[in-house]
């Protein structure tokens, strides 16, 4: 079974920084591409960063220049560095396997 358990989600003020950490089990992180979405109250989920196995990263407009994907593969572990945070970035975000696994989400507030 497919497990994500994301954490490190929490409070911070404006231009403030968090990462955020995607433990995976169950699966390798080295031969599936790997995703941080997330969701705002009442809108949809949305992609906000991808990682393929073979290391090449796409990211959503939004966060371009201020967010980072990564993976420690020893660790089997992948992380969302997030930088100069915005209120507009509150929402909870999702690690994913895509077609395989969701994480349970870790709540991010940025307050202005």
């Known amino acids: 079974q497919v497990q994500l358990v994301e954490s490190w989600g929490g409070l911070v003020q404006a231009g403030g920084s968090l990462r955020l950490s995607c433990a995976v089990s169950?699966?390798?992180?080295?031969?599936?591409?790997m995703a941080w979405y997330r969701q705002a109250p009442g809108e949809e989920r949305d992609l906000v960063a991808r990682?393929?196995?073979?290391?090449?990263?796409t990211y959503a407009e939004s966060v371009k220049g201020r967010f980072t994907i990564s993976r420690d593969n020893a660790k089997n572990t992948v992380y969302l560095q997030m930088n100069n945070l915005k209120p507009a970035d509150t929402a909870v975000y999702y690690c994913?396997?895509?077609?395989?696994?969701w994480g349970q989400g870790t709540q991010v507030t940025v307050s202005s």
């Open positions: 994913r396997i895509p077609s395989i696994a």
């Open positions: 169950g699966s390798s992180i080295t031969i599936n591409p």
């Open positions: 990682i393929t196995p073979g290391g090449t990263t």
